[in-house]
């Protein structure tokens, strides 16, 4: 208990306090910015972020702790308010509840465009934002997020280099598409703001397992398959996280190779010592099937082809304890890309992923507003698009328990 006491002693130095907190609103102790223990090698999952903990604000932080408090001051939770005074554990145990946002994987990947000799830059980010009982360690609520960065470079980026980007993400922001500004913790603002918060939940929900066919394999580096559960857990957040956006749900975790109903593991910035927070058994099951990719080549020209990169999953949503299964279903994804002739060693697996993402992405959002086309594209000579239709009827019947 000594390391919690001098993390909130460290968090509070040259923070302002809230002075105009809503007093009809329960209180939500910061606890801080920390990396996922999920994975079994945190210096390839968080390797960027942590080179960049050395930056520090003028204040004496870190820059990205510093940078994720002035998101969090911006925030106006449904109910309840952020606070950065120490919990009071005299108080009972829904007076003790803190939040923290955690990194749980970071990856970057680059690809030349010979004609133009520019190089396309992509990092992507995983991050959970993590509320759970001071007291008892316990989880109340998970929500997953992730962020992709993308830029162009006429050289080959460095170490340094993707650093650098990575650093103005967390602290300045980058510039988007349509001349916004974002950082790493603008969707930290979103989520809880439209939040709402409860001590306990009677329902809860959450992936509990993920099986990689042969035929997914296939296309995946040796590097994946030789880190595979560390992908595993990547896809089941990338899940999560279109599932949290789009249903305004609170997930349990998903870590490949550890029970469910285990402990998720947390180190913050602050200190090396690992903080131990219990999961909830979800109620509802969630299971990924990865079951394969295929590209196709649609179209052709002397200066690009355009290609189908087509994805396809399983996904099972089940009650286990009275043994119901809501849905049991075969889903898939075309997203087409135009990529020029001359392209050398074209990142077919980023392309695949990205696939992959959309189908979630387009999964979640039928829930609530079905696309009867989408619908109709999920049909199958064993599932019909009225099965699928009110397969995601009971679906949205389970979240309505869960919020």
């Known amino acids: 208990m000594k390391y919690i006491t001098i993390f909130f002693l460290i968090i509070t130095l040259g923070i ?15 606890a801080g910015f920390a990396f996922s223990g999920n994975y079994s090698d945190r210096g390839q999952t968080g390797k960027y972020t942590e080179e960049i903990l050395n930056y520090k604000a003028e204040n004496g932080l870190d820059v990205i702790s ?73 989880l109340i609520a998970a929500i997953p997020f992730d962020v992709e960065i993308n830029t162009y470079s006429k050289h080959r980026f460095t170490n340094n280099d993707v650093i650098d980007m990575i650093r103005k993400f967390y602290v300045q922001g980058l510039k ?54 560390s992908f595993k857990n990547q896809l089941a957040q990338s899940f999560s996280s279109r599932l949290s956006l789009h249903q305004n749900i609170a997930l349990v975790p998903f870590q490949e190779g550890e029970a469910i109903g285990g402990k998720m593991k947390q180190r913050f910035v602050n200190s090396d010592e690992v903080y131990n927070i219990e999961l909830p058994v979800p109620d509802f099951n969630i299971e990924l099937r ?3 990719y295929r590209k196709q080549l649609v179209e052709t020209s002397d200066v690009s082809n355009i290609y189908l990169y087509g994805a396809y999953a399983n996904i099972k949503i089940q009650q286990p304890d009275i043994k119901k299964v809501y849905m049991n279903h075969k889903f898939k994804n075309g997203s087409q890309i135009k990529i020029p002739t001359n392209i050398q060693n074209v990142n077919d697996w980023r ?23 989408w619908i109709k594209f999920q049909k199958t000579k064993t599932q019909s698009s009225n099965d699928v239709s009110m397969s995601l009827d009971n679906v949205q019947g389970v979240l309505k328990k869960v919020r």
């Open 16 to 30: 302002s306090k809230q002075t105009y907190a809503d007093t009809t609103k329960q209180n939500v102790y910061y």
């Open 66 to 138: 510093n940078s994720l408090i002035k998101s969090i001051k911006n925030t106006n939770g449904k109910n309840f308010n952020i606070s950065f005074d120490m919990p009071d554990l005299d108080k009972g145990d829904f007076e003790s509840i803190v939040m923290s946002v955690v990194l749980d994987y970071e990856y970057f990947s680059s690809e030349l465009e010979p004609i133009t000799s520019t190089y396309l830059n992509n990092i992507d980010m995983y991050f959970q934002i993590l509320f759970y009982n001071f007291k008892s360690r316990k």
């Open 176 to 229: 988007t598409d349509d001349d916004r500004t974002i950082n790493a913790f603008n969707q930290v603002e979103n989520i809880l703001n439209s939040f709402t918060l409860k001590d306990k939940y009677k329902f809860h929900i959450g992936v509990t397992d993920v099986v990689i066919e042969d035929r997914a394999k296939n296309e995946m580096s040796q590097n994946i398959l030789n880190n595979i559960n």
């Open 290 to 292: 990865l079951r394969g």
């Open 351 to 373: 392309k695949f992923y990205g696939s992959t993402v959309k189908l979630f992405d387009d999964f979640a959002i039928n829930i609530t507003k079905k696309d009867n086309r």
